[in-house]
Protein backbone atom coordinates (compact mmCIF):
# COMPACT_ATOMS: atom_id res chain seq x y z
CA UNK A 1 0.00 0.00 0.00
CA UNK A 2 2.64 2.29 1.03
CA UNK A 3 4.55 1.69 -2.68
CA UNK A 4 1.41 2.63 -4.52
CA UNK A 5 0.98 5.47 -2.51
CA UNK A 6 4.40 6.93 -3.39
CA UNK A 7 3.87 6.35 -6.85
CA UNK A 8 0.63 8.32 -6.84
CA UNK A 9 2.63 11.10 -4.55
CA UNK A 10 5.58 11.26 -6.76
CA UNK A 11 4.18 11.01 -10.76
CA UNK A 12 2.47 14.00 -10.92
CA UNK A 13 5.61 15.79 -10.26
CA UNK A 14 8.05 13.54 -12.29
CA UNK A 15 5.62 13.96 -15.27
CA UNK A 16 5.34 18.07 -15.19
CA UNK A 17 8.41 18.42 -16.40
CA UNK A 18 8.29 16.29 -18.98
CA UNK A 19 5.30 19.44 -20.61
CA UNK A 20 7.78 21.90 -21.12
CA UNK A 21 11.05 22.53 -23.09
CA UNK A 22 14.04 25.47 -22.67
CA UNK A 23 14.28 26.83 -25.94
CA UNK A 24 17.53 29.11 -26.63
CA UNK A 25 16.72 32.04 -28.61
CA UNK A 26 19.97 34.13 -28.27
CA UNK A 27 23.37 33.85 -27.32
CA UNK A 28 24.38 37.28 -29.05
CA UNK A 29 26.27 39.06 -25.63
CA UNK A 30 29.40 38.13 -24.13
CA UNK A 31 27.43 39.03 -20.97
CA UNK A 32 26.92 37.47 -17.86
CA UNK A 33 22.97 38.48 -17.46
CA UNK A 34 21.51 38.86 -14.04
CA UNK A 35 18.66 41.55 -14.94
CA UNK A 36 15.37 40.94 -16.71
CA UNK A 37 12.14 42.38 -16.93
CA UNK A 38 9.64 41.13 -19.71
CA UNK A 39 7.00 44.23 -20.29
CA UNK A 40 4.33 42.03 -22.39
CA UNK A 41 4.50 38.93 -24.79
CA UNK A 42 5.97 40.80 -27.25
CA UNK A 43 8.92 42.88 -25.32
CA UNK A 44 11.62 42.40 -22.72
CA UNK A 45 14.72 43.83 -21.58
CA UNK A 46 17.94 42.13 -19.99
CA UNK A 47 20.97 43.44 -18.78
CA UNK A 48 24.26 42.15 -16.92
CA UNK A 49 27.89 42.38 -17.51
CA UNK A 50 30.25 44.05 -19.58
CA UNK A 51 27.94 47.03 -19.99
CA UNK A 52 25.32 44.98 -22.13
CA UNK A 53 21.76 45.69 -22.23
CA UNK A 54 19.45 43.38 -24.77
CA UNK A 55 15.90 43.74 -26.09
CA UNK A 56 13.43 42.02 -28.19
CA UNK A 57 10.42 43.38 -29.69
CA UNK A 58 8.84 40.18 -30.92
CA UNK A 59 8.85 37.95 -28.51
CA UNK A 60 12.49 36.92 -28.32
CA UNK A 61 12.51 36.09 -31.99
CA UNK A 62 15.31 38.96 -32.36
CA UNK A 63 17.22 41.11 -30.12
CA UNK A 64 19.65 43.87 -30.32
CA UNK A 65 22.19 44.71 -27.80
CA UNK A 66 23.87 48.02 -26.64
CA UNK A 67 26.25 49.32 -24.37
CA UNK A 68 25.47 52.51 -23.15
CA UNK A 69 28.80 54.88 -23.85
CA UNK A 70 30.80 55.41 -21.30
CA UNK A 71 29.86 52.42 -18.95
CA UNK A 72 31.18 49.37 -20.49
CA UNK A 73 32.63 47.85 -17.93
CA UNK A 74 29.75 48.13 -15.25
CA UNK A 75 28.04 45.00 -14.26
CA UNK A 76 23.99 45.63 -14.69
CA UNK A 77 22.28 43.33 -12.27
CA UNK A 78 18.79 44.99 -12.46
CA UNK A 79 16.62 46.46 -14.97
CA UNK A 80 13.21 47.60 -15.16
CA UNK A 81 11.31 48.45 -18.47
CA UNK A 82 8.10 50.06 -19.41
CA UNK A 83 7.79 49.91 -22.36
CA UNK A 84 9.85 49.36 -26.03
CA UNK A 85 11.50 52.87 -25.26
CA UNK A 86 11.86 53.36 -21.22
CA UNK A 87 13.88 51.09 -19.05
CA UNK A 88 16.55 52.02 -15.83
CA UNK A 89 19.46 50.26 -15.31
CA UNK A 90 21.44 50.17 -11.86
CA UNK A 91 24.77 48.20 -11.86
CA UNK A 92 26.83 46.60 -8.71
CA UNK A 93 29.30 47.54 -7.01
CA UNK A 94 31.41 50.89 -6.59
CA UNK A 95 30.91 53.58 -8.17
CA UNK A 96 27.18 52.69 -8.52
CA UNK A 97 25.37 54.51 -11.07
CA UNK A 98 21.70 54.25 -12.18
CA UNK A 99 21.00 54.83 -15.80
CA UNK A 100 17.96 55.55 -17.69
CA UNK A 101 16.94 55.43 -21.47
CA UNK A 102 13.65 57.04 -23.38
CA UNK A 103 14.65 56.04 -26.97
CA UNK A 104 14.81 52.45 -26.85
CA UNK A 105 18.39 52.25 -25.72
CA UNK A 106 20.10 54.06 -28.24
CA UNK A 107 20.89 57.21 -25.65
CA UNK A 108 21.59 56.92 -22.00
CA UNK A 109 21.39 59.82 -19.24
CA UNK A 110 23.02 58.97 -15.66
CA UNK A 111 20.25 60.04 -12.95
CA UNK A 112 22.21 59.15 -9.90
CA UNK A 113 25.90 57.98 -8.69
CA UNK A 114 27.75 57.16 -5.69
CA UNK A 115 31.71 56.80 -5.30
CA UNK A 116 31.25 55.57 -1.88
CA UNK A 117 33.81 52.62 -1.39
CA UNK A 118 31.43 50.88 0.51
CA UNK A 119 27.98 51.34 -2.26
CA UNK A 120 26.97 48.42 -3.17
CA UNK A 121 23.18 48.14 -4.66
CA UNK A 122 21.14 45.01 -4.83
CA UNK A 123 18.29 45.10 -6.59
CA UNK A 124 15.38 47.30 -7.87
CA UNK A 125 11.49 46.98 -7.61
CA UNK A 126 8.90 49.53 -8.81
CA UNK A 127 4.89 50.02 -7.21
CA UNK A 128 3.99 51.02 -10.95
CA UNK A 129 5.37 53.33 -13.41
CA UNK A 130 6.34 56.21 -11.43
CA UNK A 131 7.53 54.68 -8.00
CA UNK A 132 10.14 52.59 -7.37
CA UNK A 133 12.60 51.63 -4.84
CA UNK A 134 16.42 50.34 -4.72
CA UNK A 135 17.87 48.54 -1.81
CA UNK A 136 21.55 48.35 -0.98
CA UNK A 137 24.40 46.28 1.53
CA UNK A 138 24.42 48.73 4.52
CA UNK A 139 27.01 51.30 4.99
CA UNK A 140 27.39 51.44 9.32
CA UNK A 141 24.70 48.90 9.62
CA UNK A 142 21.85 50.51 7.60
CA UNK A 143 20.07 49.56 4.23
CA UNK A 144 20.87 52.17 1.46
CA UNK A 145 17.15 52.18 0.18
CA UNK A 146 16.37 55.04 -2.93
CA UNK A 147 13.52 55.86 -3.90
CA UNK A 148 11.92 57.61 -7.30
CA UNK A 149 8.63 59.27 -7.88
CA UNK A 150 8.98 60.26 -11.66
CA UNK A 151 9.72 56.85 -13.24
CA UNK A 152 13.50 56.81 -12.45
CA UNK A 153 14.03 60.46 -13.52
CA UNK A 154 15.35 61.58 -10.48
CA UNK A 155 16.10 59.10 -7.22
CA UNK A 156 16.32 60.34 -3.42
CA UNK A 157 18.50 58.69 -0.45
CA UNK A 158 15.63 57.56 2.16
CA UNK A 159 17.84 54.98 3.91
CA UNK A 160 16.75 56.79 6.64
CA UNK A 161 13.30 55.09 6.51
CA UNK A 162 14.37 51.88 8.02
CA UNK A 163 15.28 52.54 11.66
CA UNK A 164 16.62 48.82 11.95
CA UNK A 165 20.38 47.99 12.18
CA UNK A 166 21.31 44.84 9.55
CA UNK A 167 23.40 42.92 11.63
CA UNK A 168 27.68 42.75 11.16
CA UNK A 169 27.64 40.32 8.36
CA UNK A 170 24.13 40.55 6.85
CA UNK A 171 23.79 42.14 3.57
CA UNK A 172 21.94 41.36 0.01
CA UNK A 173 22.71 39.43 -2.75
CA UNK A 174 22.75 41.10 -6.42
CA UNK A 175 22.28 37.44 -8.05
CA UNK A 176 18.83 37.99 -10.34
CA UNK A 177 17.51 41.51 -8.94
CA UNK A 178 14.79 39.74 -6.82
CA UNK A 179 15.70 39.76 -3.75
CA UNK A 180 13.08 43.15 -3.59
CA UNK A 181 9.88 42.28 -4.96
CA UNK A 182 6.68 45.31 -5.23
CA UNK A 183 3.34 45.10 -5.08
CA UNK A 184 0.42 47.81 -5.86
CA UNK A 185 -0.32 49.67 -3.20
CA UNK A 186 2.81 49.85 -1.37
CA UNK A 187 4.01 46.67 -0.25
CA UNK A 188 7.58 45.71 -0.41
CA UNK A 189 9.65 42.97 0.51
CA UNK A 190 13.34 42.66 0.93
CA UNK A 191 15.33 39.84 1.67
CA UNK A 192 19.01 39.53 2.87
CA UNK A 193 21.63 36.86 3.78
CA UNK A 194 24.84 36.47 5.13
CA UNK A 195 25.64 35.94 8.52
CA UNK A 196 22.06 36.14 8.98
CA UNK A 197 19.05 36.34 6.80
CA UNK A 198 15.75 38.43 7.29
CA UNK A 199 12.62 40.01 5.12
CA UNK A 200 12.14 43.65 5.66
CA UNK A 201 8.69 44.24 4.83
CA UNK A 202 6.89 48.03 4.02
CA UNK A 203 2.86 48.28 3.64
CA UNK A 204 3.37 51.80 2.50
CA UNK A 205 5.72 52.50 -0.16
CA UNK A 206 8.84 52.11 2.06
CA UNK A 207 8.45 55.05 4.47
CA UNK A 208 8.04 52.16 7.72
CA UNK A 209 9.26 48.51 7.87
CA UNK A 210 9.15 45.75 9.86
CA UNK A 211 11.38 42.74 10.08
CA UNK A 212 10.85 38.85 10.19
CA UNK A 213 13.87 36.03 10.70
CA UNK A 214 14.00 33.78 7.74
CA UNK A 215 15.06 30.49 8.73
CA UNK A 216 16.47 29.99 5.42
CA UNK A 217 20.89 28.40 4.89
CA UNK A 218 22.29 31.11 6.54
CA UNK A 219 25.61 31.84 8.51
CA UNK A 220 28.25 32.25 6.00
CA UNK A 221 28.58 34.87 3.37
CA UNK A 222 28.04 32.68 0.83
CA UNK A 223 24.74 31.83 2.32
CA UNK A 224 20.87 33.37 2.54
CA UNK A 225 18.17 34.35 0.69
CA UNK A 226 18.79 35.11 -3.15
CA UNK A 227 15.41 35.06 -4.75
CA UNK A 228 12.06 35.70 -3.38
CA UNK A 229 8.56 36.18 -5.28
CA UNK A 230 4.81 36.35 -4.14
CA UNK A 231 1.84 35.43 -5.46
CA UNK A 232 -0.03 37.72 -3.16
CA UNK A 233 -0.05 39.73 -0.24
CA UNK A 234 0.04 36.57 1.61
CA UNK A 235 1.59 33.50 -0.23
CA UNK A 236 5.39 33.66 -0.91
CA UNK A 237 8.57 31.53 -1.49
CA UNK A 238 12.07 32.27 -0.96
CA UNK A 239 15.18 30.31 -2.48
CA UNK A 240 19.25 30.69 -2.07
CA UNK A 241 20.89 28.22 -0.48
CA UNK A 242 25.07 28.30 -0.58
CA UNK A 243 26.08 29.45 -4.20
CA UNK A 244 29.91 28.17 -3.45
CA UNK A 245 28.41 24.92 -2.96
CA UNK A 246 25.53 24.78 -5.53
CA UNK A 247 24.57 21.45 -6.06
CA UNK A 248 23.54 20.84 -2.64
CA UNK A 249 19.77 21.13 -1.24
CA UNK A 250 19.83 21.95 2.80
CA UNK A 251 17.27 24.03 3.33
CA UNK A 252 17.40 26.36 0.49
CA UNK A 253 13.42 26.91 -0.39
CA UNK A 254 10.88 27.75 2.11
CA UNK A 255 7.32 28.64 1.63
CA UNK A 256 4.78 31.79 3.38
CA UNK A 257 1.66 31.82 3.98
CA UNK A 258 1.13 34.80 6.04
CA UNK A 259 3.49 37.59 3.99
CA UNK A 260 7.09 37.12 5.02
CA UNK A 261 5.67 36.76 8.98
CA UNK A 262 6.33 32.92 9.32
CA UNK A 263 8.04 30.54 6.77
CA UNK A 264 7.75 26.56 6.02
CA UNK A 265 10.31 23.74 4.03
CA UNK A 266 8.27 22.16 1.13
CA UNK A 267 7.58 19.02 1.17
CA UNK A 268 10.25 18.28 -1.11
CA UNK A 269 12.74 21.15 -1.97
CA UNK A 270 14.76 22.19 -4.75
CA UNK A 271 17.55 20.51 -6.26
CA UNK A 272 20.70 22.71 -5.64
CA UNK A 273 21.37 26.31 -4.91
CA UNK A 274 18.88 28.84 -6.71
CA UNK A 275 19.23 32.33 -7.23
CA UNK A 276 16.10 32.75 -9.06
CA UNK A 277 12.18 31.98 -8.69
CA UNK A 278 9.17 32.80 -10.30
CA UNK A 279 5.31 32.18 -9.85
CA UNK A 280 4.16 31.19 -13.17
CA UNK A 281 0.55 30.91 -11.63
CA UNK A 282 -0.72 30.05 -8.18
CA UNK A 283 0.18 25.85 -9.18
CA UNK A 284 3.79 26.31 -11.69
CA UNK A 285 6.35 27.69 -10.06
CA UNK A 286 9.94 27.48 -11.49
CA UNK A 287 13.36 27.94 -10.01
CA UNK A 288 16.57 28.04 -11.31
CA UNK A 289 20.32 28.22 -10.17
CA UNK A 290 23.71 27.69 -11.72
CA UNK A 291 23.10 24.00 -11.14
CA UNK A 292 20.04 23.37 -12.81
CA UNK A 293 16.53 24.33 -13.48
CA UNK A 294 13.32 22.87 -11.19
CA UNK A 295 9.51 22.96 -11.89
CA UNK A 296 6.60 22.60 -8.95
CA UNK A 297 2.94 22.24 -10.37
CA UNK A 298 1.82 22.64 -6.85
CA UNK A 299 2.67 26.01 -5.45
CA UNK A 300 6.02 24.85 -4.51
CA UNK A 301 5.23 22.19 -2.26
CA UNK A 302 6.71 19.10 -4.28
CA UNK A 303 9.91 20.14 -6.68
CA UNK A 304 11.20 17.89 -9.81
CA UNK A 305 13.76 18.79 -12.18
CA UNK A 306 12.81 20.35 -15.25
CA UNK A 307 16.59 20.63 -16.69
CA UNK A 308 20.04 20.62 -16.14
CA UNK A 309 20.88 24.11 -17.51
CA UNK A 310 21.45 26.66 -15.38
CA UNK A 311 20.36 30.14 -15.25
CA UNK A 312 21.06 32.59 -13.08
CA UNK A 313 17.25 34.97 -13.81
CA UNK A 314 13.67 34.47 -14.51
CA UNK A 315 10.99 36.74 -15.74
CA UNK A 316 7.53 36.64 -17.43
CA UNK A 317 4.99 38.73 -18.79
CA UNK A 318 1.43 39.43 -17.14
CA UNK A 319 0.03 36.49 -18.77
CA UNK A 320 2.84 34.26 -18.31
CA UNK A 321 2.34 33.65 -22.09
CA UNK A 322 6.53 34.79 -22.51
CA UNK A 323 8.50 32.93 -20.04
CA UNK A 324 12.50 33.51 -20.49
CA UNK A 325 15.35 32.70 -18.49
CA UNK A 326 19.05 34.00 -19.20
CA UNK A 327 22.33 32.57 -18.21
CA UNK A 328 25.99 33.71 -17.52
CA UNK A 329 26.93 33.05 -21.11
CA UNK A 330 24.81 35.71 -22.72
CA UNK A 331 22.12 33.64 -23.54
CA UNK A 332 18.23 33.95 -23.09
CA UNK A 333 16.02 30.52 -23.49
CA UNK A 334 12.36 30.59 -23.81
CA UNK A 335 10.07 27.75 -21.61
CA UNK A 336 7.57 26.28 -23.56
CA UNK A 337 4.80 24.01 -23.72
CA UNK A 338 5.91 20.54 -25.72
CA UNK A 339 3.52 20.88 -28.47
CA UNK A 340 1.22 17.47 -28.17
Not at 144 to 170: F, R
Not at 176 to 190: E, F, L, P, Q
Amino acid sequence: MMRYLLLFILFPFIAVGQKFELVELTAGAASSIRGMSVVSDQIAWVSGSAGSVGKTLDGGKTWSWVKPAGYEQLDFRDIEAFDGKRAVIVNAGSPAFILTTRDGGKTWKEVYQNRDSAIFLDGMAFWNQREGLIFGDPINHKMQLLKTKDGGGSWSDVSGSLHLPLAEGEAGFAASGSTIRAMKGGKVWIATGGKVSNIYVSNNFGSSWSVYPCPIWQGESSTGVFSMDFLDTKRGIVVGGNYVKDKENTNNILLTYDGGKTWKKPVNPVKGYRSSVLYINPKLVLATGTSGTDISEDGGLHWSSLSPLGFNVLGKSKNSRLILLANGKGQVYQLRRKKS
